[in-house]
Structures are given as structure tokens and as C-alpha cells.
């Protein structure tokens, strides 16, 4: 499975940024998918993910009520909507795969994309 992760950029806080990831290769509608973040100095950590049928989703506690995760089967494209943004929120953002049921540790993914890099100005 290969994933390409795009949609960063630089914006101001309180702004809106849509981050897409588009899957290819075998059998990726049926991968959970999730997006990680890792902020300049900090460890990669959780921020959110999707089972593969999108009826089940998981968020880090930073992001709940902000951050939307959703994904178009047809397209094999994952979304994470981003509203609210803050200056805590700047990172390079990763989507990763993983067979069955999604998870919070980046350990139990099986693919990454290559990032997309968020910079929130305060």
C-alpha cells in the first residue's frame, strides 16, 4: 500500500486546513487508516483514525471537537478536517495503514505516507 499525504500548509490560528491522503495499491479500501503528527523536539503521537468501513473512529484527546476524520471508499482517500487551528497543532502530519481495526500506536501500522507539514501562526 502506498500513501501520499498532502494538503499542509502555513495558516493563521483559528483557520481551517483539510489534509488528504490518497492510498494505492492492493486491497487498501480495506486498511484502517490513521494520521499522526510530530511536532519540532517532540516524539510522532496519535491524532486520529478511521476503521476501514468509516463507521468507527478514534481521536487524541488534544484534537476532539477540532479535528474530523472521514474517508471516501470509492476514492481511497482518507480526510482529516482541521478547524480551530493552534499554534500547538504545528507539525508535519503522517498517514499510516494498517490491516483490520484501527489503533492509537504508530507500532501496529503497517505503512506510512510521507508527510505533509502544518504550520500554525499565532
Known amino acids: 500500500v502506498q500513501l501520499q499525504a498532502s494538503g499542509g500548509g502555513l495558516v493563521q490560528a483559528g483557520a481551517s486546513l483539510r489534509l488528504s491522503c490518497a492510498a494505492s495499491?492492493?486491497?487498501?479500501?480495506?486498511?484502517?487508516m490513521g494520521w499522526f503528527r510530530q511536532a519540532p523536539g517532540k516524539e510522532r503521537e496519535f491524532v486520529a483514525a478511521?476503521?476501514?468501513?468509516?463507521?468507527?473512529?478514534g481521536y487524541a484527546d488534544s484534537v476532539k471537537g477540532r479535528f474530523t476524520i472521514s474517508r471516501d471508499a470509492a476514492k481511497n482517500t482518507v480526510y482529516l478536517q482541521m478547524n480551530g487551528l493552534k499554534p500547538e497543532d504545528t507539525a508535519v502530519y503522517y498517514c499510516?495503514?494498517?490491516?483490520?481495526?484501527?489503533?492509537?500506536?504508530?507500532?501496529?501500522?503497517?505503512?506510512w505516507g510521507q508527510g505533509t507539514l502544518v504550520t500554525v501562526s499565532s
Open positions: 499510516a495503514a494498517r490491516g483490520y481495526g484501527w489503533r492509537k500506536t504508530e507500532s501496529e501500522y503497517d505503512y
Open positions: 495499491g492492493r486491497t487498501s479500501s480495506n486498511y484502517a
Open positions: 478511521i476503521n476501514w468501513s468509516g463507521g468507527i473512529t
